[in-house]
């Protein structure tokens, strides 16, 4: 059976790629609250495409037991099969972005082999309609790296205010643009007119933290008055916890535990 042009394109990238250096990545060292970027949790209509893609980006597959990750310096990717309300735009999480090591001759190659065409505007839409924008920066030291993850709200700086309170977040000492870092990953704060649609059964479901102590983490949550919209629960035959929440505007958060594969 012939394939159709989507899969060819896939199939070309990834191909493309297949002899870029790959670099073991490693989630972010924590800081004092022990919160650090974990993974980005995507559903696709086809999700062997979807895997082929982020694949195709540079992304590694490894294991976790049951737990099939792309893994990325500084995040993982994980993908499920399923349907999708809609894209990231829209969304509380319009987009997220990557560092490029080596942009120019990574854009001619998706471009000549595969067709895939960076926007002006430096964005790839995925086929389920995940926003990614592509940052050349020639200093890091991989082929490419996980770099922020933009929300937008009708109250940005609110939102700052609370994933500094939550999780540690450390703010930019500017005013514009809002930004707040934890290890691994810059948050941005956009200003949305309308409230935009929470992140839940859409194409990005819900973005990750790893955190360390992660049982004692969830307590001193659900203390302060907290909901979680599932508790700390230890996944079966594995070291990996995991217990889920959603902010205030609608973005779905895991909190993880021992995510990574053990060494």
């Avoid at 983490?217 to 230890?234: H, Q, S």
Wanted: with cysteine; proline share 7%; aromatic share 6%.
């Amino acid at each position: 059976m012939m394939k159709t042009s989507h899969t060819v394109v896939l199939s070309v990238l990834a191909a493309s790629l297949l002899g870029a250096p790959r670099v073991r990545a490693q989630l972010a060292t924590p800081g004092p609250a022990g919160v650090v970027m974990g993974h980005l949790h995507l559903t696709a209509q086809d999700g062997a495409a979807s895997r082929a893609f982020w694949t195709a980006l540079g992304g590694l597959p490894v294991q976790n037991g049951a737990l099939q990750l792309l893994q990325f310096p500084g995040t993982f990717v994980m993908v499920r099969q399923g349907q999708v309300a809609a894209g990231t735009q829209g969304s509380t999480v319009d987009r997220v972005t990557f560092r490029v090591r080596d942009l120019k001759p990574a854009a001619e190659r998706w471009s000549k082999e595969a067709g895939v065409t960076i926007a002006a505007d430096g964005m790839i839409t995925t086929p389920d309609g995940v926003r990614i924008r592509i940052i050349g920066d020639p200093s890091i030291d991989a082929a490419i790296r996980m770099d922020s993850i933009s929300i937008a709200t009708v109250s940005p700086s609110e939102t700052l205010a609370w994933y500094v309170k939550q999780f540690g977040a450390t703010p930019a000492t500017s005013a514009s643009p809002l930004t707040a870092t934890l290890p691994g990953v810059t948050l941005e704060f956009a200003k949305a007119d309308v409230a935009p649609a929470g992140t839940r059964g859409r194409a990005l479901d819900h973005i990750g933290f790893e955190v360390r102590g992660l049982e004692e983490f969830c307590k001193n949550l659900e203390a302060a008055g907290l909901k979680l919209d599932r508790p700390y629960t230890k996944l079966p035959n594995s070291t990996t916890a995991i217990a889920f929440l959603t902010d205030p505007w609608g973005t779905y958060i895991e909190l993880t535990e021992n995510l990574a594969p053990p060494k």
